[in-house]
């Protein structure tokens, strides 16, 4: 699906070669400040590599529009973005990015449901806690039915608990639907009990 | 016109009291700004008093070249006063994108006047040229560099949240769309609050003048209709080119946020 290969960025990344499989999941880890948040936005083409190429499908990401690359493949940032308005308003913010954009309202609720947020979707996202933050930015991603899916550290604001619920849900989800899952972690656990595979970056010096 | 009381110098230099006022007040708090009291009522006085030798001298010899010389230092020194007073570091590519929307917003209103609205013969007659083109390019000035730091200032702050619009496959327009709309509010609003106090609240300095020299008010407000729209003209398409072309200067040709510039 993924094939990076000599890719540099700076003095940080140095990935000579590296496959990402389809209909998989894939966990990077790292300790802080390794690169990993940077690669996922290499995969997303929010940045690109001073050296190497990086192909999706067989063909270099560069010869993509952007804008369709990144509806194929959608990420979802490290720190929680909340847009003005309704937590609707914030789920469904992909709507005002594209011309044509299918939702379902159950599967919206039963995604809220499912990720233990209980709130009115009309409340106000700006007054959420920092969990739910994160997890309305979660379901945003996903109602927008991406091939892949990229997230960094999705998780790190939630409780043990609520972090394994979620993270279940979304594997199954990427299984059943035969998506791919690339997600960036700090919690090793978590990465062996869910990944199929696990990309270890190490900080160089 | 039954043309201005004129005043004589000892009148006009009585006026300056008001400054030995200020000076002394500004001496007694010790505020420090005795020095640049000075200097701006004496740059005042020169600069004034230089203009208006110049406007006869013009006024009494039109000639298409010297109206086209004095439009052409007005939009200079407006753009380096856009460039100079942004609280911002500008990238050269926004600074040609200031002079391209400052000559095109301006001049489209100037021709737009000067042939159709107006009609004034000849073409260039300075006197109808010159303060209008004062008029039009000084408020445009205003509404760029009000323009300019919403939205530098609006992609130093929201980074992240554009960064995340473009992560969900919105294009670099969509994602900028917030802070364009803020920059444009903030740009116009100052002259949509001018229109709104019009004539209660105060008289407009063109207007004021026209009447203190000697022409109908009903005379000097029909120019002043005609110049308020044409002011707003003036602004809103300076500040709309300015704007939809200068969000494109903050994403590279891979519609990537370009976060080292910001
Ligand atoms: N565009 C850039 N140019 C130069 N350096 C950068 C750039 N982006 C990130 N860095 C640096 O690269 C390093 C890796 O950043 P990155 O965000 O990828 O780390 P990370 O592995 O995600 O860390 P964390 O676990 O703390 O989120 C950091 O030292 C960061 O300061
Ligand atoms: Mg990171």
Redesign the pocket.
């Known amino acids: 699906m993924f094939e990076i290969k000599n890719l540099k960025?700076?003095d940080?990344?140095d990935i000579e070669h590296l496959i990402i499989n389809k209909n998989s999941v894939t966990s990077i880890v790292?300790?802080?400040?390794?690169?990993?948040?940077?690669?996922?936005?290499m995969l997303n083409n929010i940045?690109s590599p001073d050296e190497g190429e990086i192909y999706y499908e067989g063909i270099e990401i560069n010869n993509y529009n952007p804008i369709d690359l990144r509806r194929k493949v959608v990420m979802l940032p490290?720190t929680p973005v909340i847009y003005k308005g309704s937590i609707l308003d914030n789920i469904l913010i992909g709507k005002r990015f594209a011309k044509s954009f299918n939702y379902n309202l159950e599967e919206i609720k039963t995604l809220l449901e499912k990720f233990n947020v209980n709130k009115n979707l009309s409340e106000s996202a700006e007054n959420l806690s920092g969990g739910e933050k994160q997890r309305i930015c979660l379901i945003r991603v996903l109602i927008m039915n991406p091939e892949v899916i990229l997230l960094?550290?999705p998780t790190s604001a939630l409780d043990e608990n609520t972090e394994d619920i979620v993270i279940n849900y979304i594997v199954e989800y990427t299984k059943k639907n035969n998506k791919t899952l690339v997600m960036?972690t700090?919690a090793k656990d978590i990465a062996k009990k869910y990944s199929d595979f696990i990309i270890e970056?190490n900080?160089r010096r | 016109m039954n043309g201005a009381v004129r005043l004589s110098i000892l009148q006009v230099i009585s006026a300056y009291l008001f400054i030995i006022i200020l000076l002394l007040i500004v001496r007694k708090r010790g505020l420090n700004r005795e020095k640049e009291i000075i200097i701006s009522t004496t740059r005042m006085t020169l600069q004034l008093i230089l203009t208006g030798y110049i406007l006869t001298y013009i006024f009494k010899t039109p000639n298409p070249i010297i109206t086209v010389l004095v439009i052409s230092i007005m939009e200079v020194f407006a753009i380096q006063n856009i460039i100079k007073r942004s609280k911002n570091r500008l990238s050269k590519e926004l600074k040609k994108v200031v002079i391209f929307s400052m000559l095109t917003g301006t001049l489209f209103t100037l021709i737009y006047f000067i042939f159709i609205v107006i009609n004034i013969k000849p073409w260039y007659n300075p006197q109808y040229f010159i303060p209008l083109a004062g008029m039009v390019i000084g408020n445009s000035m205003t509404g760029i560099s009000l323009g300019i730091n919403k939205l530098v200032e609006g992609f130093k702050n929201q980074v992240d949240m554009i960064e995340c619009s473009l992560m969900l496959g919105a294009s670099p327009k969509d994602a900028s769309k917030s802070i364009l709309d803020n920059a444009f509010d903030s740009a116009i609003l100052p002259t949509i609050n001018s229109m709104v106090g019009m004539g209660i609240v105060f008289l407009p300095g063109m207007m004021t003048g026209q009447i203190l020299s000697g022409s109908s008010p009903l005379v000097a407000i029909e120019y002043q209709i005609a110049i308020m729209l044409g002011i707003l003209g003036s602004v809103s398409i300076s500040v709309i080119i300015f704007l939809l072309l200068g969000y494109k200067t903050f994403f590279n040709n891979r519609m990537q946020i370009k976060?080292?510039e910001l």
């Open positions: 960025f700076k940080i990344l790292g300790e802080s400040g390794s690169g990993k948040t940077t690669l996922l936005k940045i490290q960094d550290e960036v700090h970056i900080k | 976060r080292e």
